[in-house]
């Protein structure tokens, strides 16, 4: 069965766009970097991109787009079990749609399994998800504006000025390239904080059948 749920479809949907943002609202009164629009939105780009370049068909990079854009509605009630709790939120939405169950089970798998805490690749869309998610650290995710006060998370996002994700050219790797200021924060930092989640990378680009690789100021950390 068809579904006429398209990525287009879920932007337009306002019951969903106003999930994405009071989830977005909850975590910032918690003192989180950005999760809104712009942090879904690279998300759901960078997900369907990784399908697409691996040679997947249109319709499974549209499903990681809408799992990308509606990964992470379940902080609007609780940062704790996120991911489990926005999978159950999204079968709703969904099923309401009449999207058929084959396409929910996708997006909601996607959905359940992104945290690094609970989460494994158990499919190519959750595995795209689950990179498209932890490689999006960058400058403009940083909601406190005093320096003085700022916490690891927020030195180490901010120390970011550039960020890309890509494939090599014989796309046998996904690289994630970072410029760092290390006047602001260590390479060191960065891993303190995001090396549970770049393994998780890890593992998810081997499910696709690829490596993962990491580039900071030019040098192959990982």
Do not use: W
């Not at 879920?10 to 629009?37: C, V, W």
């Not at 926005?86 to 089970?105: H, K, Q, T, W, Y």
């Not at 403009?140 to 996002?157: E, G, K, Q, Y």
């Amino acid at each position: 069965m068809a579904s006429i749920v398209t990525y287009k479809y879920i932007k337009q949907n306002p019951d969903i766009m106003e999930y994405i943002r009071r989830a977005d609202k909850a975590l910032k009164a918690q003192g989180y970097t950005e999760h809104s629009f712009p942090h879904v939105e690279k998300v759901a780009q960078t997900a369907s991109m990784i399908l697409t370049e691996l040679g997947y068909d249109e319709r499974t990079a549209e499903l990681a787009r809408i799992a990308g854009m509606m990964h992470d509605i379940g902080n609007v009630i609780n940062r704790a079990d996120h991911a489990q709790s926005g999978a159950v939120m999204a079968f709703r939405l969904l099923d309401n749609l009449s999207m058929p169950a084959s396409e929910i089970c996708s997006i909601i798998s996607a959905i359940g399994n992104h945290d690094e805490g609970t989460g494994l690749p158990l499919d190519p869309i959750s595995a795209a998800l689950i990179i498209a998610d932890k490689t999006d650290v960058r400058r403009s995710r940083v909601r406190n504006s005093d320096f003085l006060t700022f916490d690891i998370h927020d030195r180490v996002n901010y120390a970011v000025e550039m960020s890309d994700v890509k494939f090599n050219d014989a796309h046998t790797s996904i690289i994630l390239e970072l410029k760092i200021d290390t006047n602001i924060s260590s390479v060191l930092e960065y891993f303190e904080i995001f090396l549970q989640r770049m393994l998780l990378c890890k593992k998810a680009s081997i499910f696709l059948g690829v490596k993962f690789e990491m580039i900071i100021n030019g040098t192959n950390v990982l």
